[in-house]
């Protein structure tokens, strides 16, 4: 008895059948988040393609030489950025028309179950929808590698924009003050002078190391006046470049990238210059005592 009351219970069991449903809305709701999601994510790499590729329009609109180093490469750049962004519209676009099509088959439904139409296209078009999401992550990733190497090159060409006002303002603030510095080393060079051509006679070597510290800080007292002035032509430049505008392009191959390097280098040679008198001053002064 026992043996064929299992038997009964067995065959009982295979013959039920599993139903599965779910609701429609959820999965409404869960395919317009992945759209809603792709269009995000190609919305901000076309934005960020179109950054990048004003700041080089702009810099063809002034005459730069698209034809020269980094040009070429950040061009490049920006057409695979572009082949990125036409793939992802393309695949967001697929997700848009499975999203139809399952508004389609769940016209007038709450729910959909596993033994009805239906059922079997919407785990298809899930299953799609998922596919075409993820590679939509990872042609964002793509992208972000793009955009990485264009910025790279970008910044080792130093290209880019400044604020003139801002410039000419911490300039001019730091002329004032080498000027400064310029007057302190007027006395340092007299001085100088002095311990070697005064009534004193010296020793033989501190006469040498004087001679030698005096010839040191008059050609960086003379350097000194040379870059200033090369500094302060680079200002004025600066101030007469697009009047009417507050930032300024920096493009490979034009005066403002040329000119920034240059005043930049101009200021720390006269640092250099600056430090150069201060120790021979001192080597003499330490001879004479």
Same mark, same amino acid.
């Given at each position: 008895?026992?043996?064929?009351?299992?038997?009964?219970?067995?065959?009982?069991?295979?013959?039920c059948?599993?139903?599965?449903?779910?609701?429609?809305?959820t999965?409404?709701?869960?395919? &317009? !988040?992945?759209s809603?999601q792709?269009?995000?994510?190609?919305?901000?790499?076309?934005?960020?393609?179109?950054?990048?590729?004003?700041?080089?329009?702009?810099c063809?609109?002034?005459?730069?030489?698209?034809a020269?180093?980094?040009?070429?490469?950040?061009?490049?750049s920006?057409?695979?950025?572009?082949d /990125?962004?036409?793939?992802?519209?393309?695949k967001?676009?697929?997700?848009k028309?499975?999203? @139809?099509?399952?508004?389609?088959?769940?016209?007038n439904k709450?729910?959909?179950?596993?033994?009805?139409?239906?059922?079997?296209?919407?785990q298809?078009?899930?299953?799609?929808?998922q596919?075409?999401?993820?590679?939509l992550?990872?042609?964002?990733?793509?992208?972000?590698?793009?955009?990485?190497?264009?910025?790279?090159?970008?910044?080792?060409?130093?290209?880019?924009?400044?604020d003139?006002?801002?410039?000419? %303002?911490?300039? %001019?603030?730091?002329?004032?003050q080498?000027?400064?510095q310029?007057?302190?080393? /007027?006395?340092? /060079?007299?001085s100088?002078?002095a311990?070697?051509?005064?009534?004193?006679?010296?020793? /033989?070597?501190? @006469?040498?190391?004087?001679?030698?510290?005096?010839?040191?800080?008059?050609?960086s007292q003379?350097a000194?006046?040379?870059?200033?002035?090369?500094?302060?032509?680079?200002?004025?430049?600066?101030?007469?470049?697009?009047?009417?505008?507050?930032?300024?392009?920096?493009?490979p191959?034009?005066? !403002?990238?040329?000119l920034?390097?240059?005043?930049?280098?101009?200021?720390?040679a006269?640092?250099?210059?600056?430090?150069?008198?201060?120790? !021979?001053?001192?080597?003499? &002064?330490?001879?004479?005592?």
């Amino acid at each position: 008895m026992i043996r064929i009351a299992c038997g009964l219970a067995l065959l009982t069991l295979t013959g039920c059948t599993i139903r599965y449903s779910v609701k429609v809305d959820t999965q409404r709701q869960a395919l &317009r !988040a992945l759209s809603a999601q792709g269009t995000q994510i190609a919305r901000s790499v076309d934005q960020a393609r179109k950054q990048r590729q004003r700041l080089l329009s702009q810099c063809k609109n002034q005459d730069a030489p698209m034809a020269e180093t980094p040009y070429p490469e950040l061009r490049k750049s920006l057409r695979a950025a572009a082949d /990125v962004r036409r793939s992802m519209q393309a695949k967001n676009r697929k997700i848009k028309r499975l999203l @139809k099509t399952f508004d389609q088959i769940t016209r007038n439904k709450k729910r959909l179950y596993s033994d009805r139409p239906g059922w079997k296209q919407n785990q298809s078009i899930r299953e799609k929808a998922q596919t075409l999401h993820a590679a939509l992550k990872k042609l964002s990733k793509d992208a972000k590698a793009i955009f990485t190497r264009f910025d790279q090159a970008a910044r080792q060409a130093k290209l880019g924009t400044f604020d003139r006002t801002k410039m000419v %303002t911490q300039a %001019t603030a730091q002329l004032k003050q080498l000027k400064s510095q310029l007057g302190k080393v /007027v006395p340092a /060079v007299k001085s100088a002078e002095a311990q070697l051509n005064g009534t004193v006679v010296l020793k /033989v070597k501190a @006469k040498v190391t004087c001679q030698a510290a005096l010839s040191q800080m008059i050609q960086s007292q003379k350097a000194i006046v040379d870059l200033i002035e090369s500094l302060e032509s680079g200002v004025q430049s600066v101030q007469k470049m697009a009047p009417n505008q507050s930032k300024i392009l920096v493009c490979p191959g034009l005066l !403002a990238h040329q000119l920034l390097p240059k005043m930049q280098a101009d200021s720390k040679a006269i640092s250099k210059h600056i430090q150069t008198i201060n120790g !021979a001053s001192a080597r003499c &002064r330490e001879a004479t005592r």
